[in-house]
């Protein structure tokens, strides 16, 4: 970047136009910077950027998760992966879209490239992995720490915790698990609870979350490319919101650098991709 700026500097032309170049050389160098980091998901959610864009947006969307969840039973009548959504906490899943699908929107040149299919499945699939991880985990937890502990499941308001063993009479709308159990034996009673759920009902699972999401925080929409009559393919293309954010890293997490010409207005909003 410097040996760029200090080439520049040594071009025959005015303080004017060399300050034009710098900015429009500074504006890419820090383009490609960011969009290598947003591009590539271990990056970007092992960033400062990708957890700010997680964090700004966890507070709306826990609600807008509880709405989809509570408010209307209708968004998920007959949908077999209805438990595992129910348990599953709204920051996992949350972090599990975005993480996911901010980088494939970004990544490729051509949208047509994008695996809509592939992507929804892996959410899906991961979701169910996440869940059943942590809860593993934090059932373990009452083995290895020698806790007086029960692990609930709470079938009334979809919620799994760890009770009191003393208390444990108190928790009737649910089931309680036996200690000790194997990490199989575990997770095939979680399982039993939670229901059988396809490989076809992760992809809906991923694509009814995918759809709901990119409403909701504006990040990433989808977009329908019209191929040819009654066929229609689906890709993500970046929101408003995520312009927005990316905007606002450039714009605030620059390097400052003196000017050599004194400066115009301009519009900082001007689309940039």
């Not at 599990?96 to 494939?104: A, D, K, M």
Request: aromatic letters at 12%; charged letters at 25%; a positive charge.
């Amino acid at each position: 970047m410097y040996k760029n700026i200090i080439n520049i500097l040594n071009k025959d032309l005015d303080n004017y136009q060399k300050q034009l170049l710098i900015e429009n050389s500074l504006t890419d160098y820090w383009k490609n910077e960011i969009l290598s980091i947003f591009k590539n998901k271990k990056k970007l959610f092992g960033s400062e950027y990708g957890l700010n864009i997680i964090i700004k947006n966890l507070i709306k969307l826990d609600q807008d998760l509880n709405d989809y969840k509570f408010l209307d039973k209708r968004f998920l009548k007959g949908k077999k992966y209805k438990n595992l959504l129910l348990f599953s906490k709204n920051h996992d899943i949350i972090s599990i879209v975005i993480s996911n699908v901010l980088p494939t929107c970004i990544k490729y040149d051509n949208i047509n490239n994008i695996n809509v299919v592939s992507l929804v499945g892996k959410i899906g699939n991961e979701i169910s992995k996440t869940f059943f991880t942590n809860e593993w985990e934090k059932y373990s937890s009452i083995n290895k720490d020698n806790i007086n502990m029960s692990f609930f499941v709470d079938l009334k308001k979809y919620d799994i915790k760890l009770v009191d063993v003393l208390e444990k009479d108190k928790y009737t709308n649910g089931i309680i698990f036996d200690k000790n159990l194997s990490e199989d034996d575990f997770k095939e009673k979680l399982s039993n609870i939670i229901g059988n759920i396809t490989d076809d009902d992760y992809y809906l699972l991923g694509l009814d979350l995918l759809e709901y999401i990119a409403e909701k925080s504006q990040l990433f929409m989808i977009h329908n490319i019209f191929i040819e009559k009654y066929h229609i393919r689906r890709t993500i293309i970046p929101g408003k919101n995520l312009e927005y954010n990316i905007l606002n890293i450039i714009s605030t997490d620059s390097e400052l650098l003196p000017m050599i010409s004194p400066p115009h207005r301009v519009n900082i909003w001007k689309k940039w991709w």
